[in-house]
C-alpha cells in the first residue's frame, strides 16, 4: 500500500499487489475525507500556518530528491536484476530455497504497509532503509525476466520506457491541467487489468486478449506517470516547512513513480519484447 496526496485534500490510501510478476496498482480516489483519509488528523495540520516560515526546501529541490531517490531505486533493482542473472544466483534461490518467490511477496507487502502506517512516526533513516530493501527484492523479480528475454530487446525495451516515462511526467509536471479527475478512470483500467491477469493465468493461450493486457497496461501506466508526477506538487504542499517530513514524503512519493516504471517497462516488455528460445 502506498498513499498519494490529491489538490487541497489529506492524502488518500493506493494499495497495490503484484500479479504475473508485474506489480499491479490499485488507487482509490477518498470519497470521505475523514473516514478514508489514512493519516487522519495530525498537529501539522493545525500548525501549518504557524511553521509556514520555517519551509527551507523549494518545490523544485523536493521534486528533484523525490526523482533522485525513484532513480537510486531503480538502479539498485535493476542492478542487482543483472547481477543475480550473470552469476546465476535468482536460479540457485528459486531451486534451493522451496517458495522464494512467495516470500519475497510476504516480505514486499509487509514493507510497502509498514511504510504506509508509519509514515509520520518512522525515522527517516527507517523510511530510507525500507525504500532501498524494497528496491533490493525486486531485484530478484527482475532478474526472472532476463531469463525470458534477449539482452538486446531488454536494453530497447527500457530505453523506451525511460523516453516514455520522461515524456509523461514532464507533462505532468508542467501542464496546467488537474490530472485528479482521471484517478477514478485509472483505478477502473487498474482492476481490468488485475481480472485479466488472473484469466490469462488459468487459460495463457488467450494470444489476443494478453496483447489487448498489455496495451491498457501500457497506457494506463503512461497516465499514471503524469498522475504521480503531479501528487509531488500536493505532498510537498501538505507537508511544506517540516524539514523531516519533507524528506520522508519524497521517498513516499518516489515509491508510487518507482512502480509505475516498473510496470510500464514489463508491459511493453511483454508486448514488444523477443523471447529466448
Known amino acids: 500500500p502506498v498513499h498519494y496526496l490529491q489538490p487541497g485534500r489529506k492524502p488518500g490510501r493506493l494499495i497495490f499487489s503484484p500479479l504475473r510478476g508485474i506489480i499491479t496498482v490499485i488507487r482509490w480516489n477518498a470519497p470521505d475525507r475523514e473516514r478514508m483519509c489514512f493519516f487522519m488528523r495530525t498537529p501539522y495540520e493545525e ?15 523536493y521534486m528533484t530528491r523525490t526523482f533522485l531517490w525513484m532513480v537510486l531505486g531503480l538502479m539498485i533493482t535493476f542492478g542487482l536484476a543483472v547481477l543475480g542473472w550473470m552469476t546465476n544466483a535468482t536460479l540457485w534461490l528459486l531451486y534451493h530455497v522451496p517458495g522464494f518467490h512467495l516470500i519475497v511477496l510476504v516480505v514486499t507487502l509487509i514493507m510497502a504497509f509498514t511504510m504506509v502506517s508509519r509514515i509520520e512516526r518512522m525515522s527517516v533513516g527507517a523510511a530510507r532503509g525500507v525504500f532501498l530493501a524494497y528496491s533490493v527484492l525486486f531485484g530478484f523479480t ?13 536494453i530497447f525495451v527500457f530505453l523506451a520506457t525511460a523516453v516514455y ?3 509523461l511526467s514532464a507533462y505532468g509536471w508542467l501542464t496546467h491541467r488537474d490530472l485528479s479527475s482521471i484517478g477514478s478512470i485509472l483505478t477502473v483500467g487498474l482492476i481490468f487489468l488485475i481480472v485479466c491477469g488472473i484469466i490469462l493465468m488459468f487459460a495463457p493461450g488467450l494470444v489476443m486478449l494478453d496483447r489487448l493486457v498489455c496495451i491498457a497496461g501500457i497506457a494506463i501506466f503512461l497516465a499514471f506517470t503524469a498522475y504521480d508526477t503531479q501528487k509531488i506538487k500536493a ?19 518516489a515509491l508510487p513513480l518507482y512502480l509505475d516504471f516498473l510496470n510500464l517497462f514489463l508491459y511493453l516488455l511483454r508486448y514488444v519484447g523477443k523471447r529466448r528460445n
Do not use: T, W
Request: charge should be negative; include cysteine.
Open 142 to 154: 527482475m532478474s526472472c525476466y532476463l531469463y525470458l528475454y534477449e539482452l538486446p530487446s531488454l
Open 235 to 253: 505532498m510537498y504542499s501538505y507537508y511544506a516547512g517540516y524539514p523531516d517530513m519533507l524528506e520522508k514524503a519524497s521517498i513516499f512519493s
Open 165 to 167: 516515462f520522461a515524456a
Open 47 to 61: 500548525e501549518r500556518s504557524y511553521y509556514a516560515h520555517g519551509q527551507v526546501e523549494s518545490l523544485n529541490e
